[in-house]
């Protein structure tokens, strides 16, 4: 987890020698955590590792730019922004779309970027993502300031919950305003993408004490992967219609790796709806930079961003023991200890 770091500096009336700085685990841990964002560009097609702005200038000459992310992973937050950054500088024209906030929200979250409500009032219905100030703030924030669209992309979360409960033939039943929140062409093949998100569900067959009957476990993941269709879905037809809205721009759309690597999941039902030229960015945290494996991951995406890994922030000290607020009157008296000669001196 990562530890925002903080400096405070003591105001004194006269000129004083600083005091050293206390030299405690969390200290150090603070001094441990850089400004620069450690990580290595490996270019898929070209079998090896090129730099951060080559792959953005080369990026930033597509339609569609997807960044893939890790979602706990703070380096990973830290170069997308850059990425954006970096997209904009070579493109006046940019669309950020965002899994993280919903199609529900987009009147709010329009409201924000041209100004008419404080982020406070945003926020208190736009139902960000936990992390948000750190991990997906700087991106809105950049397209606030740069005046660039933001698309609300993915599907309300109690209506993915839904199908992922009850089938995707749930969508059927809804009401005119909630369907209208779902896309409308819905296609979930049992493709290579169902045998991955199959595999990542690992062993579902236990449930408490008891085991799951295999057929149980089929409907089971059966229907997860249908809501994982619709999510996917419904942020293609998103992407989909900020191209067609806005064809000269650069649609910069960030989500959960797992819909765009390989170019299945959401990358596939875009390209099914609209032509785009395409590049694809997998992030992936790493242990160690320099033994980093392009070649394990380059089918994953034309350019694999590798990240360090956090280090792990120490544990706090357990609380010292805080003496009652008020003891009581006449506190009991200790009991008297048996007489003792003193020990013999040795």
Not at 57 to 71: I, M, N, P, R, W
Not at 82 to 110: H, N
Not at 211 to 234: G, H, I, N, W
Not at 270 to 288: I, Y
Request: hydrophobic share 40%.
């Amino acid at each position: 987890m990562f530890i925002a770091s903080f400096l405070f500096f003591s105001l004194q009336a006269t000129a004083q020698p600083a005091a050293p700085a206390q030299d405690t685990a969390v200290a150090r841990h603070v001094a441990s955590v850089s400004s620069y964002t450690p990580h290595r560009v490996y270019k898929s097609g070209k079998k090896r590792f090129t730099d951060f702005e080559t792959m953005l200038a080369e990026a930033a000459k597509q339609d569609l730019v997807f960044l893939g992310e890790q979602h706990d992973d703070p380096g990973t937050h830290r170069l997308e922004r850059a990425a954006t950054e970096g997209i904009g500088r070579r493109q006046p024209k940019v669309v950020l779309s965002l899994e993280m906030f919903e199609r529900d929200v987009q009147a709010r979250l329009d409201d924000y970027l041209a100004g008419r409500i404080s982020e406070a009032d945003f926020l208190k219905t736009a139902r960000p993502w936990p992390r948000y100030a750190t991990d997906y703030r700087p991106m809105v924030e950049l397209a606030k300031a740069k005046g660039w669209p933001v698309i609300a992309s993915n599907v309300p979360r109690r209506l993915a919950s839904l199908v992922g409960r009850r089938g995707l033939s749930a969508v059927d039943s809804l009401p005119a305003a909630d369907r209208a929140l779902i896309a409308a062409e819905l296609n979930c093949p049992r493709d290579k993408y169902y045998d991955r998100f199959k595999e990542s569900m690992g062993d579902m067959s236990g449930h408490g004490q008891a085991k799951l009957p295999a057929d149980s476990v089929q409907r089971m993941v059966s229907r997860f992967y249908e809501a994982q269709c619709v999510k996917d879905e419904t942020m293609a037809e998103a992407i989909a219609a900020a191209r067609t809205n806005h064809p000269d721009a650069v649609i910069v759309h960030v989500n959960g790796a797992f819909h765009s690597d390989f170019g299945q999941g959401t990358v596939n039902r875009v390209t099914r709806r609209v032509r785009s030229r395409v590049a694809l960015v997998s992030f992936v945290p790493v242990e160690n930079l320099d033994v980093a494996d392009g070649k394990k991951h380059r089918k994953q995406a034309d350019y694999i961003t590798f990240t360090l890994k956090p280090p792990t922030p120490p544990k706090a000290p357990a609380p010292a023991a805080v003496p009652p607020a008020n003891p009581p009157a006449n506190p009991p008296a200790p009991p008297t200890a048996p007489a003792t000669k003193p020990p013999q001196a040795r």
